[in-house]
Nanobody, 115 residues
Framework: QELLVESGGGLVQPGGSLTLSCAAS????????MGWYRQAPGKERELVAD???????NYADPVKGRFTISRGIDKITVYLQMNSLKPEDTAVYYC?????????WGKGTLVTVSS
């Protein structure tokens, strides 16, 4: 059973917007830190943004001011609103959840920014 399921990836032109969604399958994730990572071809996976159950947000410098992370009212859905997309944002985006010592990953969704 997939614990984290992402959706919303696709092809978008530079300057465009896209929203990613991640739904967790267990209510226990409501108290976890949830976030998004990305991995571009030939590069290591890196943090994009994360958010605590209390709503505290953390962003990587390259996306500050362009991306917004949020959680649904159910606390087990996390969104990533991406604006002003650049070709260098092209990557597979992974949903992540950290609960105590455990860490969980989604399978990833591809975002391609290209004209």
């Amino acid at each position: 059973q997939e614990l984290l399921v992402e959706s919303g990836g696709g092809l978008v032109q530079p300057g465009g917007s896209l929203t990613l969604s991640c739904a967790a399958s267990r209510s226990t994730f409501s108290i976890s830190i949830m976030g998004w990572y990305r991995q571009a071809p030939g590069k290591e996976r890196e943090l994009v943004a994360d958010i605590t159950s209390g709503g505290n947000r953390n962003y990587a410098d390259p996306v500050k001011g362009r991306f917004t992370i949020s959680r649904g009212i159910d606390k087990i859905t996390v969104y990533l609103q991406m604006n002003s997309l650049k070709p260098e944002d092209t990557a597979v985006y992974y949903c992540n959840a950290r609960l105590g010592a455990m860490e969980y990953w989604g399978k990833g969704t591809l975002v391609t920014v290209s004209s």
